[in-house]
Every structure is written in structure tokens, then in C-alpha cells.
């Protein structure tokens, strides 16, 4: 029986981007250069498939320092960054660091010093409990950053002197939403100072609207992407708001509902900046067992973005 017709406009960009290249081409450096274990203090990104791709090459993947029994092995910190407590413990216990931390998230961690250094409160825009957020706000003392998460954070915000304020945000926000946020601290504090360019990372911004893109033409969004990935349930978010009603965050082909996945016509696939490729290829592969699959791809624009490995691992290459 001939099996119907499906379109599934593919989102570009989508998937990794430079940071999450960065920190997984770390890990698999360090381990050719050292061998395994090497550790890797929380995910190295949020993606199940790629965690447990290192760790079968030799990564052993801890929540803490004190977890690793070997201190002369290299251990790397993830791609979301860390408090300022986490390498000075390391360099306590006289570890070898190697810091896979975004360096765009960097940015915003010496933004927030900078404002601090010069007396300013600072605010930060993001999720409570997110690695980054901790990894941000553990980079000044406590208290010295307030965290909101909303308009009515903003609008139900005590600062101490508004002449002397600023705020950060979390790399991988709502790119919508955040600006609701900023507008709201701006109407109550007008001499708030911003980052001289927005925090929201490129590859964040970029996917975002490569899903508004595609929203108001397809009947059904399918984001390749983990359940802890900011990035992804954004993406979740905006084909909702869009013109998508019907958006899923899915891991593997294997999670797809049939039952739920007939009559389809036109559907939407794009990836979180963590998730790779085949991952998307495999839900591809999935709906061509279904249906008469033409893959139309949707590109936004063209990203040619990528960041140097740590010193440490270029010149141990070099020397190799």
C-alpha cells in the first residue's frame, strides 16, 4: 500500500553550535592526549547522546571534585560554566583544569564582574537552578547578584539605588520573553546598564528564528533536544507562540508516538545547540517508514562561528 505524502521542512540552523563543539572536541582531545578517565564535572552539555557517547570513549562524568579518586587526571568543566569556588577547589587539591566553559558565556560572567567592580547591583535574567545561572552568580559574592525570571519579577523588583544598577542574562533565554524582561527593568530604572551586546547567544538567537521561520506552515514541530536543555525548551516555546500549537521535545526516533503521528501533512524538525545531527537524521529516517518523505530545508542564514581549544590542550597537541 503506497503510504501517504509528508513535507518536513528542516529549520537551519539548527543543532550544535560552536560552544557545544568546543566542549565536546575538549573532552575527546584530552582523552587521545591522556587516555582515559578523564573527568567532567556535571554534563559536559545537556544531551543524553552525547554524554553517553564520551563516557563509552573513557569520560566518567561527576556532579563534584570530591567524586574523583585520582587527582593527577585531567578534569574538565562543563560548557555552562562554574562558580569561581569550583577551580579554586581544584587548584586546592593541585588538579589539572581544563575549562570547556562557552565563551560567550564567559562574556557574560566578566560583564557581571565588571559592573560589580564598579560598584554597580547586578541583575541577572534567567532560570533558577540552571547550571549557568549558578555558574554566573557564583562568580561574585553573594548577594551581590539578584536573579528574576519575569515581567512581574521586574516590576516587583527592590534594588538598593537605582542610579547604580545593571544586569546580565542567560545565554540561552527566550529571545521574546527576555525582552519583555529588559523593557520592564528599563521602564522602572532607565539608567540600567545593558551588555554593549546582547547576552543571548548567536546560535540561541539564530534557532529561534529559524523556528518562527517555518511555525505558521507546518501542522506539527518536532525539537530534537533533552528535557534539561534551556535551549530546546525555548525552541518548544516559540513554535507555540508562533503558529505551532503542536510542539514536542523529543531525545530519540524511538520516543515517537504513531498513534499520535497520522494524518500528518506538513511538519517542522529542528535540533537544540546540544543535540547532534544523526539524532535529527534518525527522526527523519523514522517518518520515512510512515510516509512519502520530500525534506524541504528551511535556511535562515549560515553560521561560520567557532572558538579555540584551552592553551593547555593547543600546545599539548602541538607537541604530540
Same mark, same amino acid.
Given at each position: 500500500? &503506497? ?77 555552562? $560554566? ?6 579554586? @577547589? ?9 575549562? @570547556? ?24 535574567? $534567567? ?7 549558578? $555558574? ?78 517555518? @511555525? ?9 533536544? &533533552? ?25 530519540? @526516533? ?63 597537541? &602541538?607537541?604530540?
Amino acid at each position: 500500500m &503506497a503510504k501517504p505524502p509528508l513535507t518536513i521542512l528542516l529549520a537551519a540552523p539548527r543543532g550544535f553550535c560552536a560552544g557545544v563543539v568546543r566542549a565536546i572536541d575538549i573532552v575527546e582531545r584530552a582523552l587521545v592526549l591522556y587516555g582515559a578517565p578523564v573527568y567532567v564535572r556535571h554534563e559536559i552539555v545537556h544531551n543524553k547522546f552525547v554524554v553517553d557517547s564520551l563516557r563509552a570513549k573513557g569520560a566518567v562524568f561527576v556532579e563534584e571534585l570530591d567524586e574523583i579518586p585520582d587527582v593527577t587526571r585531567p578534569v574538565v568543566f562543563s560548557a555552562h $560554566g562554574v562558580p569561581k569556588s569550583v577551580p579554586a @577547589a581544584a587548584t586546592a587539591r593541585h588538579m589539572f583544569q581544563l575549562d @570547556a566553559t562557552c565563551p560567550l558565556v564567559t562574556k557574560v560572567h566578566m560583564e557581571a564582574q565588571r559592573h560589580h567592580a564598579e560598584g554597580f547591583e547586578i541583575i541577572l535574567i $534567567g532560570h533558577k537552578g540552571h547550571p549557568e545561572v549558578i $555558574g554566573t552568580m557564583g562568580q561574585l559574592p553573594e548577594g551581590a547578584v539578584r536573579l528574576i525570571e519575569t515581567v512581574a519579577d521586574a516590576d516587583h523588583l527592590a534594588v538598593r539605588d537605582p542610579r547604580k544598577l545593571a544586569y546580565v542574562t542567560q545565554t540561552t533565554l527566550s529571545v521574546d520573553d527576555t525582552r519583555d524582561v529588559i523593557a520592564a527593568l528599563q521602564r522602572r530604572f532607565p539608567d540600567i546598564r545593558g551588555p554593549y551586546k546582547e547576552d543571548i547567544c548567536y546560535a540561541t538567537t539564530n534557532r529561534q528564528e529559524a523556528v518562527k521561520a517555518i @511555525a505558521t506552515r507546518i501542522e506539527l514541530l518536532l525539537v530534537v533536544g &533533552a528535557p534539561n536543555s534551556s535551549n530546546s525548551r525555548r525552541l518548544v516555546e516559540v513554535g507555540e507562540r508562533h503558529g505551532t500549537p503542536r510542539s514536542l521535545l523529543v531525545q530519540r @526516533a524511538e520516543e515517537l508516538d504513531w498513534g499520535s503521528l497520522q494524518g500528518l501533512s506538513v511538519i517542522g524538525v529542528t535540533a537544540g545547540a546540544s543535540a547532534p545531527e544523526l539524532l535529527v537524521n534518525e527522526i527523519v529516517d523514522a517518518f520515512r517508514s510512515h510516509y512519502d518523505v520530500t525534506v524541504e530545508t528551511v535556511s535562515l542564514r549560515e553560521e561560520n562561528v567557532a572558538f579555540k581549544l584551552p592553551r593547555e590542550l593547543r600546545e599539548a597537541s &602541538a607537541s604530540a
